[in-house]
């Protein structure tokens, strides 16, 4: 309590201003002092003598003095220490005056000498100019009360010249009060400036000495901390030199213990001496190292052929430290007529000023026995490069002897188809051209196995429409999965690309393989392809594609080895499923080749999913991927449409592609259930999709609906097997589409079904052609073609096809008799092949372009040899395209019009 109370006692301290700080405290001693007074002097008017009056007068006037104090405080504790002490001089100013004039009257009064005590109380709290100002102030009120006393206003005991002598005395004591005060607050002032000056240069000294102690601590410290340091350093360079010496002492021990019991001979080598300093034995193979321990004398032990290689690896080891350097050359041991060979390795122990090795530390290894092991690896390596070549040549040579005879299978056979024939004969023929198929499969997974292992197969890279690759390739296993009544179904997201660039042929093998296979292991259920996309970077994409099947799945024990080639699940004697176990296999090898993998998930007796990734790039402005699905259109936004489907994916996928262009669809799966749909929702639908099913009535299918569905467009979706049966006749006015159903082919029968009469220009959705249509080309009588052909079988199946396709042909027997004809008629295309009598396809077409250059023909190969390797010596010989044998009469079809849309192009060589 006695500390708060000193706190609030205690003036207050400014250190940024020490004259407001000496003012404040000043200031705060007489505040003090005063209120102590007159705090006394109330309690002593109750005992006091004067009249009830004076006592009344002189409480209130202590009371405003101890009031005035106290606002004096306040203004001092809140900073405004001027104006408090400029209030309490005021107050004792008055103070005097007032008592002066109005009590004493009289300015012959002890109190006169307040004036006296005031003028140094302001020097002492204001300074000198407040000091001036109330200097100035008592003169006046004494020169005041001077006159009222001489107009006899006041009461005076004296005469007026006594007064005045007073006023004299009083005012020669205030002149000499003020100066005397001025003189002392001057010194005063300039003793506090000099102290201060002193003081703040003693601080500054101080502070300077302090700074240097504080850096003679430093540097003391730091020397201090060095000595440490140095004195740690040279303790564990002491201890380290003492470990490198111990260590040194064990390494040269281990050394000569290693080198003793090496079975290499070591010696350390001094260039600038004519001998060694060191050998780790006395004889190296079966001489003295005294003999041998010479440049010279080593060198006479060298075989002849190798001594010049000797002498310049010794110069060149004499010359500069090449650690490491080997040397491997014959030596002939004592006592023996064979020679050994040897290895020597160098490595510079020391180098001098300039460089060069001081000592070297050379091994020499007798390498007899691996030198022939090399050789025997060697001679190996090219019997098995012979034997590649050989196989690669057979293989290349059983192609061709077997794709020629094949071609005269398979060509005649589809020559065969295109007749007419009876229902038994056609299935002879089928049975045929099915068996010669699966014979060309089987010969093209060897090839390409082959070409995979031997790390010669490579892969095109050009833009194509994955979604038409995928199609086209469910388009070739349609019919296999409809005779089994498999439902082949597929689903691209939309986020997937349109065109990409990779090998769409390689892409089509893959995905066959795999539908086969899910075709040939899947007895009833569904097949369902998906294509998804996961963007890598800019432009780059992995496709995944995924085969789920519902078959007979895979045991788990099986997985691991279902990629090997040549591996099937089961091997047995009863094996129900047929095959060569090559094509997994060889769909390793492709995926891995387009970056990407495969692998399956199965459960045995539910089915298997099949999975495999490619890299590639979108090509051009289709890579977005809503392109693909086709965007919405006017005619089908909120149009209602119905799904008849009995199968529940399929029925799901419709759905699906009908809300992706912005349709509502119902999916139902029969008749009833469309009933019901319709009764529950009044409104009419648009369009209907309606699978047929096998127990309707054949040609009159269109009566098997209700009469409420009769007048809405429908779409028939129907198994390409049951198309093939002849049914059903569609109702006029409907369309008809072949399963599996194409996002593009939904889309436009949709739109042509609910599109204005005026607006329908879209071309007719029908089947595909039928086998014996006509397959001729319409101008294609007027392009002169020749057929080099020794064959006869696959002359007469070239003729056949060109035939059918409506052309005619000479015929060349060898290159001799092309180039001939060539020279001496204009020929517009030829048709050449390679292996023949006399002169190859190769260099006739080699005379030819030499001879007739770019005004020549249209050269296209057609040889049995289907690798790429051949396909690229054709190209270089000078042919312009290439079709294998078997020749197939679209792929034959194919070149000719690509011959024809370069012939049609404005600066072509020769038009047709």
Same mark, same amino acid.
């Given at each position: 309590?006695?500390?708060? +109370?000193?706190?609030?006692?205690?003036?207050?301290?400014?250190?940024?201003?020490?004259?407001?700080?000496?003012?404040?405290?000043?200031?705060?001693?007489?505040?003090?002092?005063?209120?102590?007074?007159?705090?006394?002097? $109330?309690?002593?008017?109750?005992?006091?003598?004067?009249?009830?009056?004076?006592?009344?007068?002189?409480?209130?006037?202590?009371?405003?003095?101890?009031?005035?104090?106290?606002?004096?405080?306040?203004?001092?504790?809140? !900073?405004?220490?001027?104006?408090?002490?400029?209030?309490?001089?005021?107050?004792?100013?008055?103070?005097?005056?007032?008592?002066?004039?109005?009590?004493?009257?009289?300015?012959?009064?002890?109190?006169?000498?307040?004036?006296?005590?005031?003028?140094?109380?302001?020097?002492?709290? #204001?300074? %000198?100019?407040?000091?001036?100002?109330?200097?100035?102030?008592?003169?006046?009120?004494? !020169?005041? =009360?001077?006159? +009222?006393?001489?107009?006899?206003?006041?009461?005076?005991?004296?005469?007026?010249?006594?007064?005045?002598?007073?006023?004299?005395?009083?005012?020669?004591?205030?002149?000499?009060?003020?100066?005397?005060?001025?003189?002392?607050?001057?010194?005063?002032?300039?003793?506090?400036? /000099?102290?201060?000056?002193?003081?703040?240069?003693?601080?500054?000294?101080?502070?300077?000495?302090?700074?240097?102690?504080?850096?003679?601590?430093?540097?003391?410290?730091?020397?201090?901390?060095?000595?440490?340091?140095?004195?740690?350093?040279?303790?564990?360079?002491?201890?380290? #030199?003492?470990?490198?010496?111990?260590?040194?002492?064990?390494?040269?021990?281990?050394?000569?213990?290693?080198?003793?019991?090496?079975?290499?001979?070591?010696?350390?080598?001094?260039?600038?001496?004519?001998?060694?300093?060191?050998?780790?034995?006395?004889?190296?193979?079966?001489?003295?190292?005294?003999?041998?321990?010479?440049?010279?004398?080593?060198?006479?032990?060298?075989?002849?052929?190798?001594?010049?290689?000797?002498?310049?690896?010794?110069?060149?080891?004499?010359?500069?430290?090449?650690?490491?350097?080997?040397?491997?050359?014959?030596? %002939?041991?004592?006592?023996?007529?064979?020679?050994?060979?040897?290895?020597?390795? /160098?490595?510079?122990?020391?180098?001098?000023?300039?460089?060069?090795?001081?000592?070297?530390?050379?091994?020499?290894?007798?390498?007899?026995?691996?030198?022939?092991?090399?050789?025997?690896?060697?001679?190996?390596?090219?019997?098995?490069?012979?034997?590649?070549?050989?196989?690669?040549?057979?293989?290349?040579?059983?192609?061709?002897?077997?794709?020629?005879?094949?071609?005269?299978?398979?060509?005649?056979?589809?020559?065969?188809?295109?007749?007419?024939?009876?229902?038994?004969?056609?299935?002879?023929?089928?049975?045929?051209?099915?068996?010669?198929?699966?014979?060309?499969?089987?010969?093209?997974?060897?090839?390409?196995?082959?070409?995979?292992?031997?790390?010669?197969?490579?892969?095109?890279?050009?833009?194509?429409?994955?979604?038409?690759?995928?199609?086209?390739?469910?388009?070739?296993?349609?019919?296999?999965?409809?005779?089994?009544?498999?439902?082949?179904?597929?689903?691209?997201?939309?986020?997937?690309?349109?065109?990409?660039?990779?090998?769409?042929?390689?892409?089509?093998?893959?995905?066959?393989?795999?539908?086969?296979?899910?075709?040939?292991?899947?007895?009833?259920?569904?097949?369902?392809?998906?294509?998804?996309?996961?963007?890598?970077?800019?432009?780059?994409?992995?496709?995944?594609?995924?085969?789920?099947?519902?078959?007979?799945?895979?045991?788990?024990?099986?997985?691991?080895?279902?990629?090997?080639?040549?591996?099937?699940?089961?091997?047995?004697?009863?094996?129900?499923?047929?095959?060569?176990?090559?094509?997994?296999?060889?769909?390793?090898?492709?995926?891995?080749?387009?970056?990407?993998? =495969?692998?399956?998930?199965?459960?045995?007796?539910?089915?298997?999913?099949?999975?495999?990734?490619?890299?590639?790039?979108?090509?051009?402005?289709?890579?977005?991927?809503?392109?693909?699905?086709?965007?919405?259109?006017?005619?089908?936004?909120?149009?209602?449409?119905?799904?008849?489907?009995?199968?529940?994916?399929?029925?799901?996928?419709?759905?699906?592609?009908?809300?992706?262009?912005?349709?509502?669809?119902?999916?139902?799966?029969?008749?009833?259930?469309?009933?019901?749909?319709?009764?529950?929702?009044?409104?009419?639908?648009?369009?209907?999709?309606?699978?047929?099913?096998?127990?309707?009535?054949?040609?009159?299918? !269109?009566?098997?609906?209700?009469?409420?569905?009769?007048?809405?467009?429908?779409?028939?979706?129907?198994?390409?097997?049951?198309?093939?049966?002849?049914?059903?006749?569609?109702?006029?006015?409907? $369309?008809?589409?072949?399963?599996? $159903?194409?996002?593009?082919?939904?889309?436009?029968?949709?739109? %042509?079904?609910?599109?204005?009469?005026?607006?329908?220009?879209?071309?007719?959705?029908?089947?595909?052609?039928?086998?014996?249509?006509?397959?001729?080309?319409?101008?294609?009588?007027?392009?002169? =073609?020749?057929?080099?052909?020794?064959?006869?079988?696959?002359?007469?199946?070239?003729?056949?096809?060109?035939?059918?396709?409506?052309?005619?042909?000479?015929?060349?027997?060898?290159?001799?008799?092309?180039?001939?004809?060539?020279?001496?008629?204009?020929?517009?295309?030829?048709?050449?092949?390679?292996?023949?009598?006399?002169?190859?396809?190769?260099?006739?077409?080699?005379?030819?372009?030499?001879?007739?250059?770019?005004?020549?023909?249209? =050269?296209?190969?057609?040889?049995?040899?289907?690798?790429?390797?051949?396909?690229?010596?054709?190209?270089?010989?000078?042919?312009?395209?290439?079709?294998?044998?078997?020749?197939? $009469?679209?792929?034959?079809?194919?070149?000719?019009?690509?011959?024809?849309? %370069?012939?049609?192009?404005?600066?072509?060589?020769?038009? /047709?």
């Amino acid at each position: 309590m006695l500390k708060q +109370l000193g706190r609030l006692l205690a003036a207050p301290k400014f250190p940024e201003d020490p004259q407001k700080t000496h003012t404040a405290y000043w200031l705060n001693v007489i505040n003090l002092i005063s209120l102590l007074f007159l705090s006394i002097l $109330i309690g002593l008017l109750p005992i006091s003598k004067m009249d009830a009056q004076a006592k009344e007068s002189l409480f209130w006037i202590d009371l405003a003095l101890i009031s005035t104090l106290l606002a004096s405080s306040y203004l001092l504790r809140i !900073g405004f220490v001027m104006q408090a002490a400029l209030l309490v001089i005021s107050l004792f100013f008055a103070l005097v005056t007032y008592v002066n004039t109005f009590v004493f009257q009289s300015l012959r009064n002890p109190h006169i000498i307040d004036y006296l005590i005031l003028i140094p109380l302001a020097g002492l709290l #204001l300074g %000198r100019k407040a000091l001036s100002i109330v200097v100035v102030m008592s003169l006046i009120v004494i !020169g005041v =009360i001077f006159g +009222l006393e001489s107009t006899q206003r006041l009461h005076a005991n004296l005469p007026p010249e006594t007064t005045l002598n007073e006023l004299t005395i009083i005012a020669i004591g205030i002149a000499m009060n003020t100066l005397l005060l001025r003189w002392t607050i001057r010194a005063t002032e300039e003793s506090e400036k /000099a102290a201060r000056e002193t003081v703040k240069a003693l601080t500054k000294a101080n502070a300077e000495i302090l700074l240097g102690q504080a850096e003679l601590e430093e540097s003391r410290a730091a020397l201090e901390k060095r000595v440490r340091e140095r004195t740690t350093e040279l303790a564990e360079v002491n201890r380290r #030199l003492q470990i490198e010496f111990e260590e040194r002492q064990q390494s040269e021990i281990r050394f000569r213990s290693l080198a003793e019991n090496s079975p290499d001979f070591i010696y350390i080598w001094n260039p600038r001496e004519p001998k060694w300093e060191y050998s780790n034995r006395e004889v190296f193979l079966g001489c003295p190292v005294s003999q041998i321990n010479s440049p010279q004398a080593f060198l006479e032990r060298v075989h002849p052929d190798d001594q010049a290689l000797v002498r310049e690896y010794c110069h060149s080891l004499s010359e500069m430290p090449a650690n490491g350097k080997q040397c491997e050359f014959r030596f %002939r041991p004592a006592n023996q007529a064979e020679w050994e060979w040897v290895q020597s390795r /160098a490595t510079a122990l020391n180098v001098d000023e300039g460089g060069r090795p001081g000592q070297l530390l050379v091994n020499l290894t007798v390498i007899t026995e691996r030198k022939t092991h090399e050789e025997n690896l060697r001679r190996a390596k090219e019997a098995a490069e012979a034997a590649s070549r050989a196989k690669s040549a057979f293989l290349a040579n059983m192609s061709h002897e077997i794709r020629t005879p094949m071609n005269g299978v398979i060509g005649m056979t589809s020559l065969l188809l295109a007749s007419d024939l009876s229902p038994e004969q056609r299935d002879f023929v089928e049975t045929i051209r099915q068996s010669s198929d699966s014979l060309l499969t089987i010969l093209n997974d060897i090839l390409d196995l082959s070409k995979a292992e031997s790390g010669k197969l490579e892969l095109e890279q050009k833009p194509f429409d994955v979604r038409q690759c995928l199609e086209e390739t469910i388009d070739l296993m349609a019919l296999k999965a409809a005779e089994k009544d498999l439902e082949l179904l597929y689903w691209v997201e939309p986020d997937v690309p349109v065109q990409i660039l990779g090998d769409p042929t390689r892409l089509r093998q893959v995905l066959l393989n795999l539908l086969a296979n899910a075709i040939k292991f899947t007895e009833t259920g569904e097949i369902l392809i998906r294509l998804s996309a996961r963007p890598l970077c800019e432009g780059e994409y992995e496709l995944q594609f995924s085969v789920q099947d519902t078959g007979i799945g895979i045991p788990a024990d099986r997985l691991a080895e279902l990629f090997q080639p040549f591996n099937q699940i089961d091997v047995s004697n009863t094996r129900k499923y047929g095959g060569t176990g090559l094509g997994l296999a060889i769909s390793k090898h492709l995926c891995e080749l387009m970056g990407g993998q =495969i692998w399956v998930e199965s459960q045995e007796g539910v089915g298997s999913t099949f999975f495999f990734t490619i890299r590639t790039q979108s090509f051009g402005e289709g890579g977005n991927g809503d392109a693909g699905h086709l965007a919405p259109t006017a005619a089908l936004h909120r149009r209602r449409v119905l799904i008849i489907e009995p199968h529940a994916r399929s029925r799901e996928l419709l759905a699906q592609y009908c809300s992706l262009w912005g349709m509502e669809p119902t999916a139902v799966s029969s008749l009833a259930a469309a009933q019901a749909a319709a009764d529950r929702c009044p409104e009419r639908f648009d369009a209907c999709l309606l699978a047929y099913e096998p127990a309707w009535n054949g040609t009159h299918a !269109g009566q098997e609906r209700p009469s409420w569905l009769r007048s809405t467009p429908t779409i028939w979706l129907i198994s390409p097997i049951h198309r093939l049966k002849g049914g059903p006749a569609v109702p006029n006015g409907d $369309i008809l589409l072949i399963k599996p $159903i194409k996002a593009s082919g939904l889309h436009q029968a949709l739109t %042509r079904c609910l599109m204005a009469p005026s607006q329908q220009g879209l071309p007719t959705v029908t089947a595909p052609q039928a086998p014996g249509a006509n397959e001729a080309g319409g101008s294609g009588s007027t392009i002169r =073609i020749l057929l080099a052909e020794d064959n006869l079988v696959n002359r007469k199946v070239a003729l056949q096809m060109l035939k059918r396709l409506g052309f005619e042909a000479d015929v060349a027997a060898n290159g001799i008799e092309a180039v001939e004809a060539a020279i001496h008629r204009p020929y517009d295309v030829i048709l050449m092949d390679v292996q023949m009598p006399e002169m190859d396809g190769l260099e006739a077409t080699r005379q030819i372009r030499q001879k007739l250059g770019a005004t020549g023909p249209y =050269i296209i190969a057609m040889t049995a040899a289907a690798m790429q390797l051949d396909k690229e010596k054709c190209l270089a010989a000078g042919m312009d395209d290439f079709v294998p044998k078997p020749t197939r $009469i679209d792929d034959l079809r194919a070149a000719l019009e690509r011959y024809s849309q %370069r012939a049609t192009m404005p600066g072509s060589a020769k038009p /047709a």
